[in-house]
């Protein structure tokens, strides 16, 4: 079984300042993982993934994450906001064969006050 | 490239009644897998197909079903509809389906928006 937790439902910063999103996941074998973006009545836009290489992994917009093993989470986050940063993030996990499908988080709210 | 591509974008259908909506997966996938996008329950996986089989199935009733064509285009069904059937139904394409290997990026598409009156 495979899992996802995103504790926070909405994160709200200033532009400019650090972002954060965070994710812990529960897997029962070597998990991929993911992060995606969705902006307002839009599908779902691939942030990033994490399959087993480099543990920092760095997407698109400026955005990076950091496997830990130890800790099972798989946080998101990004130097300085920008206003078109505003949208919902989902962290998903995945396993393989039989278990391929994607569970997704909740979702986090992220909001980017001027 | 093109996207995935879902059609209809919207789609309105009063209760009882049944829907099929399509999906284009990127040229050259073959694993399509559908989602349920709800405000309370978010993103639900419900079935996976690839190479014309189901390959992977959620915890949804019978109701809704599916199938995938020789060219990857892939449908899905929803018969005698129920007020809480109104979701955003995202699709997403993906290269290869597993099978040992670690999964392969999904692609999605923009959705097709259902309303249950």
């Known amino acids: 079984a495979q899992s996802v937790t995103q504790l926070d439902s909405h994160v709200s910063v200033s532009e400019g300042t650090p972002v954060l999103l965070r994710c812990n996941y529960s897997?029962?074998?070597?998990?991929?993982l993911f992060w995606y973006v969705q902006h307002p009545n839009k599908g779902l836009q691939l942030l990033l993934k994490?399959?087993?290489?480099?543990?920092l992994v760095k997407g698109i917009n400026g955005f990076e994450a950091e496997f830990k093993k130890s800790e099972t989470s798989f946080h998101l986050t990004k130097p300085s906001a920008h206003m078109s940063d505003a949208a919902e993030y989902f962290c998903?996990?995945?396993?393989?064969?039989?278990?391929?499908?994607?569970?997704f988080g909740k979702g986090i709210t992220l909001s980017v006050r001027p | 490239k093109a996207g995935v591509t879902q059609t209809p974008r919207y789609l309105i259908k009063t209760r009882g009644q049944q829907v099929t909506l399509s999906c284009s997966p990127i040229?050259?996938?073959?694993?399509v897998s559908w989602y349920q996008q709800t405000p309370g329950q978010g993103l639900q996986f419900l079935f996976e197909?690839?190479?014309?089989?189901?390959?992977n199935k959620g915890n949804f009733p019978g109701r809704f079903s599916g199938r995938q064509f020789s060219n990857s285009r892939s449908e899905m069904n929803v018969s005698t509809l129920e007020l809480g059937d109104s979701a955003l139904y995202l699709c997403?394409?993906?290269?290869?389906?597993?099978?040992?290997?670690?999964?392969?990026?999904?692609?999605f598409g923009p959705g097709t928006r259902l309303t249950v009156l």
């Open positions: 040229s050259g996938h073959r694993s």
């Open positions: 994490y399959t087993s290489a480099a543990t």
């Open positions: 897997s029962s074998y070597s998990p991929s």
């Open positions: 997403a394409s993906s290269f290869t389906s597993g099978g040992g290997w670690a999964k392969d990026t999904q692609y």
């Open positions: 998903v996990v995945s396993g393989t064969g039989a278990n391929s499908k994607l569970t």
């Open positions: 197909y690839f190479s014309e089989t189901q390959r």
